[in-house]
Nanobody
């Protein structure tokens, strides 16, 4: 079964760090553009960071300089290193993979990140 499994969410104080990891099964990430969305209660889901198969990254303005997305195609993982966390970063974070060859987007189950003041 092709799916994504996330880990690394939790509770952290403002200024702290978390590292989210997403594991893709079925070698899905190797053939996909991947990234992370987040959604806070009452807000739209927003793209936080993405990385192409070629390694080109994009970040939301709100996280530039604080978050780093990376991928390891051999391990079928994509990580999001989150530093200098702010309370406004509190959200459920979702890993996604766009498998272009099959016109499919896959999602992780979501991982709660809570940043306290």
């Amino acid at each position: 079964q092709v799916h994504l499994v996330e880990s690394g969410g939790g509770l952290v104080q403002a200024g702290g760090s978390l590292r989210l990891s997403c594991l893709g099964f079925g070698s899905i990430l190797r053939f996909a553009a991947v990234g992370w969305y987040r959604q806070a209660p009452g807000k739209q889901r927003e793209l936080v960071a993405s990385i192409t198969r070629g390694g080109t990254t994009n970040y939301a303005d709100s996280v530039k300089g604080r978050f780093t997305i990376s991928r390891d195609n051999a391990e079928n993982t994509v990580d999001l290193q989150m530093n200098s966390l702010k309370p406004e970063d509190t959200a459920v974070y979702y890993c996604y993979a766009d498998v272009i060859s099959s016109y499919s987007r896959y999602w992780g189950q979501g991982t709660q990140v809570t940043v306290s003041s």
